[in-house]
């Protein structure tokens, strides 16, 4: 059983009283909301083959993610952990970054397809190597993404584990990815959401302000 007082955050309660939902929250946390993964989430986290992630700097400076591989990528060595994969990617190192900063780390599993379900896992992280992984570890999987080494692994001890409601979750159907671009016209990715053209950037920059939103996110602090 948990205690409404102590589950889920001070806005959340303050908003609950205000819209008289105070009473079904504290049933929704008292039936779903655990301090471990069941058995059935761990089988659910075994066959997913995407997450998206939250993570926030030091200064709550928000950043959201995607990480995908094949199905059981990200791994629960125990009921009250995980463990997935880091690849060096763009070289930004955003998520992990954040980590560094702030371990507080928010999940979610959707499966898409066939039970139309999702799970929110929220945890705290610590960083290791694939090295020092392993060795507590020894099999965690080595096929994450053919032709890639990890950089890193998050490993995460999880605080709190909830249901995600199916309504208005989309039903998608996986399919192959074609192997060459249908539009030859693509950009590449780089160059996908370009800069504006001079013109253009001429027009707007007398009512635009360019500063960062981190910036403006530590100015207004």
């Not at 009473?23 to 058995?39: C, K, M, N």
């Not at 890639?148 to 998608?172: G, M, N």
């Amino acid at each position: 059983m948990n205690d409404p007082e102590t589950t889920g955050s001070f806005g959340e309660r303050m908003l609950q009283q205000q819209f008289g939902t105070a009473d079904r929250a504290a049933e929704f946390y008292d039936r779903q909301v655990h301090g471990y993964l069941t058995p059935a989430m761990r089988e659910f986290i075994a066959r997913q083959n995407m997450v998206f992630l939250s993570t926030a700097d030091s200064r709550g400076a928000c950043d959201a993610s995607f990480r995908a591989g094949p199905p059981g990528f990200c791994v629960s060595p125990d009921d009250r952990s995980l463990t997935y994969p880091e690849y060096r990617g763009n070289g930004v190192l955003a998520s992990a970054g954040n980590m560094t900063e702030n371990p507080h780390l928010g999940m979610l599993f959707m499966d898409f397809t066939h039970d139309h379900i999702g799970l929110h896992v929220n945890g705290t992280v610590r960083l290791y190597t694939d090295h020092e992984l392993r060795a507590w570890y020894p099999h965690l999987p080595t096929e994450t993404a053919p032709g890639r080494q990890p950089h890193l692994w998050v490993h995460v001890t999880v605080d709190e584990a909830y249901v995600h409601c199916s309504k208005h979750i989309p039903h998608l159907e996986p399919a192959p990815r074609p192997r060459l671009p249908t539009d030859r016209n693509r950009p590449k990715d780089s160059a996908y959401f370009p800069e504006p053209s001079p013109v253009h950037q001429g027009v707007a920059e007398a009512g635009t302000d360019h500063t960062s939103w981190r910036d403006r996110l530590r100015i207004r602090r």
